[in-house]
């Protein structure tokens, strides 16, 4: 049984800083393209951050600057460091992992976590 449990979200001060972490199971964790999206109320999900397979990295407009993706594969684990948030990134964040082959294209999502920036 897949799941992916994000954690590390909360009430944060404009400027402060957060780590989100999600952890995974029931997939072969190393093989897998992780990724962090977030919807903000109002608006699509983006894409904030990946790390592929071999650690390379990849991050979207919004946060690029101020975000850290990583990944600890012995303990199926992906790590978001955020810095410097402001109200803007108020949003429900996701953690995704992602694999295809040439049949099958395999994406899971968790639950969510909620980071609210706010003095």
């Known amino acids: 049984q897949v799941q992916l449990v994000e954690s590390g979200g909360g009430l944060v001060q404009p400027g402060g800083s957060l780590r989100l972490s999600c952890a995974a199971s029931g997939f072969t964790f190393s093989d897998y393209t992780m990724s962090w999206y977030r919807r903000a109320p109002g608006k699509e999900r983006e894409l904030v951050a990946q790390i592929f397979s071999a650690h390379t990295t990849n991050y979207g407009d919004s946060m690029k600057a101020r975000v850290t993706i990583s990944r600890d594969n012995p303990k199926n684990t992906v790590y978001l460091q955020m810095n410097f948030l402001q109200p803007a990134d108020t949003a429900v964040y996701y953690c995704?992992?992602?694999?295809?082959?040439?049949?099958?294209?395999?994406?899971?999502w968790g639950q969510g976590t909620q980071v609210t920036v706010s003095s």
């Open positions: 995704n992992a992602h694999r295809a082959d040439f049949v099958y294209d395999y994406d899971y």
